[in-house]
């Protein structure tokens, strides 16, 4: 196998999984076991191929956690040739949601593997000269269970996945993040395993659906958001209300993700914007507090702020307390940037308004305080006066009469 895959994934956090890439890409996973006609499922495209499940039943977001914990501990004994992996029936219990072991989680970890085991899958290649040439493969060769020892089992990967698991077509996921996005919302965790294993450095554009209503698929080297979500898009707007609240839940457990649904010119059709940052807390360059980015985050579906933005909340939040600028950005409707603008600016004008007369006000009462200064000082002045000229009244000496 590739020495830096299993490096990496040895000496990576036992909370590391190891998901191999193509089937994290791949719209093999549903929401929940349902009953599904396969051949009404349309063929996607992956990596220029259609690729379609023929055979088996129907997997899910549950199966997926499973696999992956298996490929996990694969990986990290070495690919064995044998492509067998011994595990504890406990421990698959635990990997698909259950904390006892019993008859009933006994059942469904069997059926979680009876669905790997069925499943058939065909990727069809057209070569230049016309000719076509399809590969059917799976996942599980086959597996094992017993009661015995407290209840243990095996499984052995298919070639094909052990061939890739080899070659280092390997994606590292954070099992308690997967956990946390997929306990609240299914349909974002099955997005985000998506995501992780694509190059999210720059931003990514995705079509929500294959092609526009009653027109022809287009051609693509990845499946459509709504194939690989396994999403009914009969009624579109729906679609893009849902995958928009899958986003929403992916940025509140994930900073790093900056993900927006967006109308396409295209009639019924819209676009996933897609970037990841290195490390978390990179928006926050500007020392914007985490509340503000939050509300930021859930008013426009998960995009982050642009420098501009940034600049300018910093320079609001150097007047206004952070609990005032993100209650604006809650309220903020469809333009939540420009409502926190002109509610900055009305409660500026406000201020302003309130101050000018507040200073009218005080204006008026110190020139009618200065006016009844100036009468209590002429009073106090004629009182000054007539004292002054009593008292010289009072020291004349008498005249000849008076002697």
């Known amino acids: ?52 499940q023929v055979a088996g039943q129907p997997l899910t977001v549950t199966d997926q956690r499973l696999f992956a914990e298996l490929t996990t501990l694969y990986v990290r004994a070495q690919c064995p040739e044998h492509r067998r992996i011994p595990f504890t029936l406990g421990w698959a219990a635990r990997v698909i949601g259950h904390d006892t072991l019993g008859g009933e989680t006994r059942r469904l970890v069997r059926a979680s593997l009876s669905r790997l085991r069925s499943v058939t899958v065909e990727s069809a290649l057209r070569e230049p000269d016309g000719h076509e040439t399809v590969l059917g493969w799976g996942l599980v060769d086959r597996y094992l269970t017993t009661s015995r020892g407290g209840g243990t089992g095996s499984v052995t990967l298919s070639e094909e996945i052990a061939h890739l698991l080899r070659a280092g077509s390997v994606t590292y996921l954070h099992a308690p993040t997967w956990d946390a996005i997929a306990r609240e919302d299914t349909v974002a965790g099955r997005l985000w395993t998506f995501l992780e294993a694509e190059d999210l450095r720059g931003v990514r554009r995705y079509s929500l659906f294959a092609g526009p209503p009653g027109g022809l698929d287009e051609e ?112 903020g409707g469809s333009d ?68």
């Not at 909370?15 to 890439?21: A, Q």
Request: charged share 25%; hydrophobic share 45%.
């Open 220 to 331: 693509r080297n990845m499946p459509a958001i709504a194939d690989l979500l396994r999403l009914d898009w009969s009624k579109r707007r729906n679609v893009a209300g849902r995958v928009t609240l899958a986003c929403e839940v992916i940025c509140r457990h994930d900073p790093r993700y900056s993900l927006e649904l967006v109308k396409s010119r295209g009639t019924g059709m819209w676009r996933l914007e897609a970037a990841r940052s290195l490390r978390v807390g990179a928006p926050n360059s500007a020392g914007i507090p985490a509340a503000v980015l939050r509300a930021w985050r859930h008013a426009h579906r998960g995009r982050r702020p642009s420098a501009r933005q940034l600049a300018a909340l910093s320079e609001i939040l150097s007047r206004r307390p952070a609990s005032w600028v993100a209650a604006q950005i809650e309220e």
């Open 1 to 52: 196998m590739s020495a830096s895959t299993q490096g990496q994934l040895l000496a990576a956090s036992l909370v590391t999984l190891g998901h191999e890439t193509n089937l994290a890409r791949a719209p093999l996973w549903d929401i929940r076991a349902r009953p599904v006609q396969l051949e009404l499922i349309a063929p996607a495209i992956l990596y220029g191929r259609k690729f379609v």
């Open 336 to 403: 939540p940037f420009r409502h926190l603008l002109v509610a900055d600016s009305e409660l500026s004008r406000s201020r302003l308004a309130q101050a000018s007369a507040e200073e009218a006000a005080w204006g008026a009462e110190k020139q009618s305080l200065e006016a009844g200064m100036e009468a209590v000082g002429a009073i106090m002045k004629r009182i000054a006066m007539q004292s002054g000229a009593a008292q010289e009244i009072a020291t004349c000496p008498p005249g000849p009469e008076g002697r």
